[in-house]
């Protein structure tokens, strides 16, 4: 029997650009088949991957709704019409549940909505055999497993927390791993990010992050995004993913992860590390405080330095990061007490763990009853940071300075002059200058130790790249100081101009 | 890009403000044959959603037949669809890639507390795999 199918015009395109086509059929169940059999191209928007017909879209027999003549067993006679017409649905929420249930009752929360999807994928044999002591806890089991497959996960950063969070991500079997990062790797990274080689160094951390990720467990998708996160990209980046586990090391970058995962309702495993101490927490609004409610505003730039200023131990990320990967999979599978509105405080040379309670603060300004941040605001700004780098010019400019080539220059024509470094005493113990008669008076003793020098002398103060030594001529030169040079770029430009044999760190 | 005249855009806008905190909906309806996409008139729709009517809208197959009909008379087809996002940005969820048709465009407008609204447009892409931005040509004249 021959009936004809019109196709709406969003369809076209996948149906060979035709308005209608002719099938022979019985059913109306066989006439979508064959349709989709002719045209393959329309199978996606019509059926879901369960192979069911998608919700959306609603067929009629000449006038009639299909589903009170039986639906897809809806009998066709010759010359009939079958007009496809969508229904259209959509909204605001995280839940994802993938089905295309727009009338039942739709999972709220993450479990929930996990749940619902773990019954969207399977397990191979294959994945069986190397998932086998999750599946045989009961608390993990195959449910568990298909919700980790089904789950998408978004690691901020492919560094010191990034890496052993992706490792025991992908080696979990998390199905779809997402990283955003735009940095190289660099020979200072590998004392402690060990998803990257030493034969890595120069690539992009993406592409080795990626390379490792697959090497550990193939079954899993890597996303990588090789972008700085920004206002602009943020929602758009952070949107498809279940969970957001922030490994950031800036306060610009938090403040913007943990906004964005409140306006679009995520959870945000917190993790930081400086030194040897860690931070840990779970923020998810819905349920408890997020990072504002426990530092509504960041510390002045300079005062919290960077692991790159202030040094972390090479284990302690692999800790943290450890335990931020711990907790996204515990929200994922559902189970277990999470992180939320607690703060997890790690010292690692007294290798003692402290927990603060964490309340949410009503008058947060994002999460709180009367919020006054309603979308993404200029992070940079908000830390301070074009003002920093404008008194930092300030702060520098008017000092005299002297390059490592000039100085090499002068040193070398016999010229008296007085090299004071002003680092700490390991540092001295990394690299100095002292071949070039440097002496070492570290910047916080200068005050007390000035008299040693002579306002005589024409002195050169050096740092490791030029800051502190700046400040150091300034404290000089108000104590009468006259003829007094910086260094500019510190010890690591006469590595780079002079001396390749003194070491950069 | 669709060009749609900033009159069409401030009744869609004000319409928004008008159902916040639920979510508003409606249809795009445009000449189909122009070389560019082109919203001629807007078509309010009352939200079919009996429940969440904050966070779900739904427009339903039977209401769209009427609608097309009645459009087709006066030349014109459905080129697209807007819907608010009470206090959430304005770019797609995952429920609405989910339940996206292709071609069409998916004009969503951000609201929050009555106060200022964003508009972005979306289409999806061929494989279903994502929502891809379109620009917006608001015309003055």
């Known amino acids: 029997m021959s009936v004809t199918i019109r196709i709406p015009a969003a369809l076209k395109a996948y149906a060979g650009d035709g308005k209608e086509v002719e099938v022979a059929a019985g059913t109306l169940g066989e006439a979508l088949d064959r349709l989709v059999e002719r045209h393959p191209a329309l199978r996606p928007h019509l059926y879901d991957e369960r192979g069911a017909l998608r919700n959306f879209v609603n067929a009629y027999v000449n006038e009639d709704d299909a589903r009170a003549l039986g639906g897809p067993r809806a009998p066709i006679r010759d010359g009939d019409t079958i007009t496809i017409v969508p229904s259209i649905a959509g909204g605001t929420g995280a839940a994802h549940d993938g089905r295309g249930e727009t009338l039942v009752e739709e999972p709220q929360n993450l479990a929930e909505a996990m749940h619902a999807r773990s019954r969207d994928v399977t397990l191979s044999a294959q994945e069986i055999r190397r998932y086998s002591r999750h599946l045989i806890m009961p608390e993990v089991g195959m449910e568990g497993q298909r919700r980790l497959k089904a789950a998408r996960i978004l690691c901020v950063g492919a560094g010191g927390l990034g890496s052993p969070l992706g490792l025991y991500l992908a080696a979990a079997g998390v199905g779809t791993i997402g990283i955003v990062d735009f940095d190289v790797v660099d020979e200072t990274n590998l004392q402690r990010q060990v998803l990257h080689g030493t034969r890595d160094v120069g690539r992009p951390k993406i592409a080795s992050a990626r390379d490792r990720l697959l090497d550990i467990n193939p079954n899993i998708e890597v996303i990588g995004h090789e972008t700085p996160l920004t206002s602009q990209n943020a929602l758009e980046i952070l949107e498809p993913y279940d969970v957001v586990i922030d490994g950031t090391d800036n306060f610009p970058t938090r403040y913007l992860v943990n906004d964005a995962c409140v306006l679009l309702g995520k959870p945000n495993v917190y993790g930081s590390i400086f030194r040897f101490e860690g931070q840990l927490s779970v923020f998810h609004a819905k349920e408890g405080p997020c990072y504002r409610c426990l530092f509504r505003e960041p510390p002045p730039p300079g005062l919290v330095p960077s692991c790159a200023e202030g040094g972390v131990l090479g284990v302690l990320p692999g800790i943290v990061g450890t335990l931020q990967a711990l907790e996204g999979i515990k929200l994922i599978l559902g189970r277990g007490d999470a992180m939320i509105g607690r703060l997890l405080l790690f010292d690692a040379l007294a290798l003692r763990f402290r927990e603060l309670k964490v309340r949410k603060d009503p008058s947060c300004p994002v999460c709180g009853t009367a919020p006054t941040i309603r979308g993404l605001i200029d992070y940079e700004e908000f830390c301070g940071i074009p003002q920093a780098h404008a008194s930092e010019a300030a702060e520098l400019s008017g000092v005299p300075e002297l390059t490592a080539t000039e100085l090499k220059r002068r040193l070398d024509r016999g010229d008296a002059l007085t090299i004071i470094d002003v680092r700490e005493p390991h540092e001295w113990d990394i690299a100095n200058l002292e071949p070039y008669g440097a002496r070492l008076i570290p910047l916080g003793a200068i005050p007390e130790r000035m008299n040693e020098l002579s306002t005589a002398e024409e002195i050169v103060l050096h740092c490791r790249s030029g800051a502190r030594s700046a400040k150091a001529l300034r404290q000089l030169r108000e104590a009468g100081f006259r003829r007094l040079w910086n260094l500019k770029g510190g010890v690591l430009a006469w590595s780079d101009e002079v001396d390749d044999t003194v070491p950069r760190y | ?141």
């Open chain 2, 1 to 141: 890009m669709i060009r749609i005249a900033a009159a069409l855009l401030e009744e869609i806008r004000h319409a928004v403000r008008h159902g916040y905190p639920e979510e508003v909906c409606g249809v795009l309806l445009g000449p189909v044959s122009a070389r560019d996409r082109i919203v001629l008139r807007v078509v309010p729709v009352a939200n079919a959603r009996e429940e969440e009517r904050a966070r779900r809208y739904l427009i339903p197959a039977e209401r769209l037949r009427e609608i097309e009909s009645t459009a087709q008379r006066d030349g014109l087809d459905i080129v697209g669809f807007y819907h608010s996002h009470p206090d959430h940005p304005a770019i797609p969820s995952g429920y609405d890639r989910d339940h996206a048709w292709p071609w069409y465009t998916y004009l969503i407008v951000s609201v929050s507390a009555g106060n200022g609204t964003v508009t972005r447009a979306w289409r999806l892409a061929d494989d279903r795999s994502a929502l891809q931005e379109e620009e917006i040509l608001e015309e003055t004249s």
